[in-house]
């Protein structure tokens, strides 16, 4: 151990390589194969340890390497890029509003989906225009007008989110609260040439990214 990480303030990444077996998708995942989640004091390997110089308090710090990675990790995958529109399910959560704020940063236009109760809190961190949850996308926005969607629901509405992806648009899931079952048209899936994104596994530069949004902005 370097003894100038003594009194530094870190964060431990959540999702850490195997050390076995790096290059793999074998994860070990900090409070889970890897004790010390839930800990007053807990050993990391360094090179899994990133120190922050923030403002924000201990909670706020907390809530970037599960809920912020998981969203940061979900729009790496999706490769989302400046001046692209993105659908953002289950927006009122911790994952949704990360992906929210981050999405944003990126230079995207946001739709949300969420509880009408909520279309407050869900304009707060960003979003451009609101949706109410169960209500028909398809009433809301065009066919063919997202290029990417970010889903933490399913369910039985799924299938309209294939309806509004635009040709070569990416849906990514890391989540479906409201059912893992859905339906799926095959059809729709080749015709729009569209690609389908599973997000688990985080690669290293996404908790590398959202450390380095916290230096530069510490709003987030």
Same mark, same amino acid.
């Given at each position: 151990m370097d003894s100038g990480w003594i009194g530094e303030r870190v964060l431990v990444r959540p999702m850490q390589q195997s050390p076995d077996n790096p290059s793999s998708y074998n994860l070990i995942t900090f409070g889970s194969e890897c004790n010390g989640g839930y800990a007053e004091y807990a050993v990391a390997r360094s090179s899994e340890v990133f120190a922050v110089n923030s403002s924000l308090s201990d909670a706020g710090l907390a809530s970037f390497p599960c809920a912020y990675s998981t969203a940061e990790g979900m729009l790496e995958k999706a490769d989302l890029k400046n001046g692209e529109r993105i659908l953002i399910? *289950?927006?009122s959560g911790g994952v949704g509003s990360a992906a929210i704020q981050l999405a944003k940063r990126r230079g995207a236009e946001v739709i949300a989906v969420s509880g009408e109760s909520k279309f407050e809190e869900v304009r707060r961190p960003g979003a451009d225009h609101v949706i109410a949850r169960g209500q028909s996308l398809l009433n809301s926005l065009e066919k063919d007008s997202i290029q990417v969607?970010?889903? #933490?629901?399913? *369910?039985?509405?799924?299938?309209? #989110?294939?309806e509004v992806l635009a040709r070569g648009g990416r849906y990514?899931?890391?989540g479906a609260i409201a059912g893992p079952m859905v339906e799926l048209d095959v059809r729709t899936l080749y015709l729009k040439d569209l690609s389908l994104l599973g997000s688990t596994w985080q690669p290293q530069k996404v908790f590398e990214n959202l450390i380095g949004i916290e230096v530069a902005n510490q709003n987030l």
């Open positions: 399910t *289950g927006a969607v970010a889903d #933490l629901v399913a *369910g039985p509405q799924w299938p309209e #989110l294939l990514v899931a890391s």
